[in-house]
């Protein structure tokens, strides 16, 4: 019998609420409090499943690949030798999963909200395939407390994070990017998703003004992302030697089983319009 | 006084319509149906004036400029010496208004709908700006009867076209795709809008299919343009001679007025992610 059930689930994309997607709902999956936000999981016909964090799209099915990839291989295929990894937040598992897929490499993971992990685990196994690989520390606990007093451990720290409200907040701070920079080998990447320049310039802006004050080089780089607002969406590296732009790991990738990141893909993305290099690139950086 | 009118108009994404974007509604300005479509200008609190042909978003304030300097301009800075340029569609005059740009370029514009010109000066004159340059030649009548029997006139023939449905199907058949070959010169360019691979995949590989038989060097490019579904979306160009990725007329940007081209992002739009490739580059394209 046809489903006549008629349920949508909307994120809202700015605070002003003018702008929505709405997706139709197959199921509601679950739905929890956590200590530190709103949990929903939901399956929809266009996207599959979607995880819900605050009422904001944080992953689904249909287009999680490009943010997992694109958040970890321009770094992981730039540095010239990683081998000790840093995730902060990443509860989903999906930038772990693909920073894992590089051999040798191992990886400290740091999320706050320990039932976004549990989440992950049970109704997003594509994304949590790797919370039981031996090269995995998974560590339920504040990132921002994390790297304090961290010295000269990491070839690169990847802050995967929701918006900068929130849990998320102290993870765009400078003091917080201080002691990152500080956890860094001297040869070590620091990459984070900054959001869409369509819907947080300002905050661009400001952001990328910390970092200059303390990486030698920062430069952004792009995605197409279509479950996120704006889908033009940025990552940032804050980087103490290399040009992340150059790739120094250049190998066969047909074992990665990659669906959007390639070597071409990885220089594009550094590649940006002018709007956005307006927003990006004042002071000559 | 506040306004607390809560009107919006969506756009859905497939014909399974389980998919929309929702855009709250300052001003319904203009409703008309033409003889081909329906004509809709809405104001809405986040994109601006936007205009819906057939109730699909065909142009908007906030958006317009990627679309139409990217219909455009990696053509003009490819080819060696663009001169006589023919867009067929383009209504809005978007496309018109950044090929003359280029000094010395002369435009033949070929649109079936009066209607949409109409509105378009009237509505929306950021776009319709172009419209009484003595270089542009603006041609009320359908596409497909103009080129029959033309040959070796144009150094690019550019198809802004809506959907390959309504009146634009024509603009998707092979019989159109060989008038166009005959009426370029050998030098030629061919490009058009090819969709979003995340909702046309099947309509791309049959499109590529056709186009193969008849052009020596077949090549899609992307851009993120946020006004339409998956925002991930192609171009494909169709060439008698040269690579389209090469830039050729490599000169000073600063009198074009760009906010989305440069010479990066000419380079980078030819990169096609792995799950792109797989639709864009079968029997080794």
């Known amino acids: 019998m046809?489903?006549?059930?008629?349920?949508?689930?909307?994120?809202?994309?700015?605070?002003?609420?003018?702008t929505h997607i709405c997706l139709r709902v197959k199921d509601y999956v679950y739905r929890a409090q956590s200590e530190f936000q709103t949990v929903d999981v939901v399956d929809t016909h266009d996207w599959g499943r979607v995880m819900f964090l605050d009422s904001v799209v944080m992953v689904c099915d249909k287009y999680e690949f490009i943010y997992h990839e694109m958040i970890s291989h321009p770094l992981l295929f730039s540095h010239p030798s990683p081998k000790r990894i840093l995730i902060i937040g990443g509860g989903d598992g999906g930038a772990a999963r693909e920073a894992?897929?590089?051999?040798?490499?191992?990886?400290?993971?740091?999320?706050?909200?320990?039932?976004?992990?549990?989440?992950?685990?049970?109704?997003?196994?594509?994304?949590?395939?790797?919370?039981?690989?031996?090269?995995?520390?998974?560590?339920?606990?504040?990132g921002v407390e994390f790297v304090k007093g961290k010295k000269d451990e990491y070839?690169?720290?990847?802050?995967?994070?929701?918006?900068?409200?929130?849990?998320?907040?102290?993870?765009?701070e400078e003091d917080f990017y201080r002691?990152?920079?500080?956890?860094?080998?001297?040869?070590?990447?620091?990459?984070?998703?900054?959001?869409?320049?369509?819907?947080?310039?300002?905050?661009?802006?400001?952001?990328?003004?910390?970092?200059?004050?303390?990486?030698?080089?920062?430069?952004?780089?792009?995605a197409t992302i279509p479950m996120y607002p704006g889908s033009f969406w940025t990552f940032t590296v804050g980087s103490r030697k290399f040009d992340p732009f150059e790739i120094r790991r250049r190998m066969p990738l047909a074992d990665f089983s990659l669906k959007y990141y390639n070597y071409e893909i990885h220089e594009a993305a550094f590649a940006l319009p002018e709007f956005a290099k307006k927003i990006f690139c004042q002071e000559g950086a």
């Open 2 to 18: 046809e489903d006549r059930r008629n349920i949508w689930i909307e994120e809202y994309y700015t605070s002003e609420m003018c």
């Open 155 to 172: 070839d690169i720290i990847v802050v995967d994070s929701t918006d900068p409200i929130g849990p998320a907040v102290g993870l765009f």
């Open 179 to 222: 002691c990152i920079n500080a956890a860094l080998k001297p040869e070590g990447f620091f990459a984070f998703q900054s959001e869409s320049p369509y819907y947080y310039s300002d905050f661009q802006k400001q952001v990328i003004g910390k970092l200059r004050k303390i990486f030698p080089l920062v430069k952004p780089y792009t």
């Open 100 to 142: 894992l897929k590089h051999p040798g490499v191992t990886v400290d993971m740091v999320e706050i909200d320990g039932m976004v992990v549990d989440v992950a685990r049970k109704y997003f196994p594509g994304c949590a395939c790797s919370f039981d690989n031996p090269r995995l520390n998974l560590v339920i606990g504040d």
